[in-house]
């Protein structure tokens, strides 16, 4: 196979991207997106400030138009995100307690059932632990109790039963790290209990001060012990030349080494579409050149 996606699918697995919907305009974006890709995650969309702007009212126009598009192309998409204390609208972050607790699981049913039967996977809750200690991370979703993050999940598993459920988050590529433990005795205690829950997403968002760790499959591995699925979510790896290379070649024998992981996402298409103010963190350059990176990752999947 040639392309990332049709390489990936012999391998039983997906290779999809984050999409920013304002750049479908832009032919050499759309033409790599429509040719390289076969799962796609909105980069802002479908977060609650843009699908949710005022209480009650959604407005779903513009993240529609990702599912129109994954259909044209034969890619599925990755629902980013029902359950975070980021990128919440205003009057979201104004709201405690039980109103705060209702108006998640309302925000979680809604969007659900709008997408019934469209969503290969939804990053149900992003980024619920600290990045140091282990714990929770404070929020205004964590004040409401310890069991928001299940509350989230029962309440998703009801919406749509189709969707895989997951859980998502940055910093929890090394195994030896508190916060992938703390995710991991999360997940543990879900499975444990019957709380639903299909997958953990890792970012993988790899720079100098979260490189990528030698441990990454064996973090993988003992997740998908657990009984969940693993996807690689967000991948982004800082650097350039034969170094990155190598890095995202090393990622993708990973996931492939490990039974249950579906699929990697990269976070943007060209390195000018990152979301990093700086560097070259991904598979194309700015002129939609393919890199050495894109080579690394092609050919581990078996393609060229
Ligand atoms: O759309 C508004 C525009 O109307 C306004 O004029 C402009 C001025 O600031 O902001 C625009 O919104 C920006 C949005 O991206 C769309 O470009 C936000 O300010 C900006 O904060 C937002 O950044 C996004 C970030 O999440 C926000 O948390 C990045 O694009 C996106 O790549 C990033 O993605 C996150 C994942 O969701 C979760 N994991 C980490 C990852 C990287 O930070």
């Known amino acids: 196979a040639s392309t990332l996606g049709a390489a990936a699918a012999e391998k039983g697995r997906y290779f999809g991207t984050a999409v920013s919907l304002n750049k479908l305009s832009d032919s050499t974006y759309s033409t790599i997106l429509n040719r390289e890709f076969n799962m796609l995650t ?30 044209e192309i034969g890619a599925k998409v990755r629902g980013h995100t029902l359950a975070w204390h980021s990128q919440q609208p205003g009057w979201m972050q104004s709201l405690s307690g039980t109103a705060l607790r209702s108006a998640m699981k309302n925000h979680i049913t809604q969007v659900m059932t709008h997408y019934k039967g469209k969503i290969h996977s939804w990053d149900v809750v992003n980024e619920a632990f600290d990045d140091s200690t282990g714990g929770r991370r404070d929020s205004n979703l964590q004040r409401t109790g310890n069991d928001w993050i299940e509350d989230a999940f029962v309440t998703a598993r009801a919406a749509d039963p189709a969707a895989k459920l997951c859980y998502n988050d940055y910093n929890t590529d090394n195994w030896s790290w508190a916060k992938t433990q703390g995710v991991y005795n999360l997940v543990k205690d879900f499975k444990a209990r019957g709380v ?34 693993v996807q690689i979510t967000e991948l982004d790896i800082e650097g350039s030349g034969s170094t990155q290379a190598t890095t995202y070649g090393n990622v993708t024998n990973d996931c492939l080494a490990v039974a249950r992981c579906n699929g990697i996402t990269v976070w943007g298409i060209r390195d000018t579409d990152s979301w990093r103010a700086s560097g070259t963190p991904l598979l194309f350059d700015g002129s939609g050149n393919p890199k050495q990176a894109y080579t690394a990752v092609l050919t581990a999947l078996g393609g060229g």
Do not use: W
Not at 47 to 65: G, H, S, V, Y
């Open 42 to 71: 909105a980069e802002n969309e479908m977060k609650i400030d843009a699908l949710e702007p005022n209480q009650n009212q959604f407005n779903f126009t513009t993240a529609d138009r990702l599912i129109t598009r994954a259909n």
């Open 196 to 229: 639903p829950i299909d997958c953990v997403g890792f970012q993988s968002h790899f720079n100098s001060g979260s490189p990528y760790p030698s441990n990454y499959r064996t973090t993988l591995q003992n997740f998908a012990a657990l009984g969940v699925d």
